[in-house]
């Protein structure tokens, strides 16, 4: 426990930290190890594969040599972090640091770490710059090969279209439409003036016809009201003309066809009906 304070002591008097050595200097084996078996595992390298099958073999071939690599690495490494704890940062006996020493370590030892600190935040700063760069540039080209890509397929739809303007049936076709479009205008107004005229002609004949059925009626009506007694002297005298039929009809039938038809006057018996019956009497 002597020994450790000891040691404790000494290193921090001369701004000492053996195990952050050794973890720095772990980290770098470390990362010179994986950069050279990334290295050996790029695309480029396993692309010259001419089957599928033979860089899958490369790639488990370049793991096995990497968990090899790393196994011995590891090993040597805690030997020589135990050699470096135990024999290279060892403290003598009876060392002892002025205290002058120790705040000079101190101090220096804070300037360092102020100095790193800085620099690290400068690199921070700068790398959240370049994302934010990389990101505009990125947009930018997506914005071009998207404006490209539009351009590219309006060149060839006009490219299109110019051909076919081009071409003289498509003209012809074009010019002859242009001037269809009056002659159909003009005809389509014609039908529907000739479709306006036939329907109010139709309407006029329908209304003339009704018109002429209802005077029709009328007139007959008319001419066909008489009465029973008339009517009794008109069948009396055909049948005394014709000397064939059936005799004359009983008192008893006369008086009711006379109740039955009791409505009828004598105005109403028409021109040749009274002449008949006239004659008839003589």
Partial sequence: MEDGDESAVAEAALGLNPQLFVDEVHGIIADISAGAFEAAAAPGVLGAAKAAEKATDLQRGL?????????????????????????????????????????????????????????????????????????????????????????????????????????????????????AIPVLQQKIIDMSKKRTATTCLVDQQVWNTNSLTDNKRQTLDKSFTARAEDIQDVVSILQNKSHVGPPLLPQGAQDQGRRHLGGASNSNIPGNSKKAIKEGKK
């Fill in 63 to 179: 793991n096995a040599i990497h968990h090899i690599v790393k196994d011995r690495l590891d090993k040597r490494m805690a030997n020589w972090e135990k050699f470096c704890l135990l024999h290279c940062f060892d403290v003598p006996k009876g060392f002892v640091a002025a205290e002058d020493d120790n705040s000079c370590a101190k101090e220096s030892h804070k300037d360092e770490t102020s100095d790193l600190d800085l620099e690290l935040d400068s690199l921070r700063r700068k790398l959240e710059s370049a994302n934010m760069e990389s990101q505009n540039l990125e947009r930018e080209m997506s914005s071009l090969e998207r404006q490209t890509t539009y351009k590219g397929k309006l060149d060839s739809s006009v490219s299109e279209i110019q051909k076919l303007f081009e071409d003289k049936s498509v003209q012809e076709n074009f010019e002859g439409l242009v001037k």
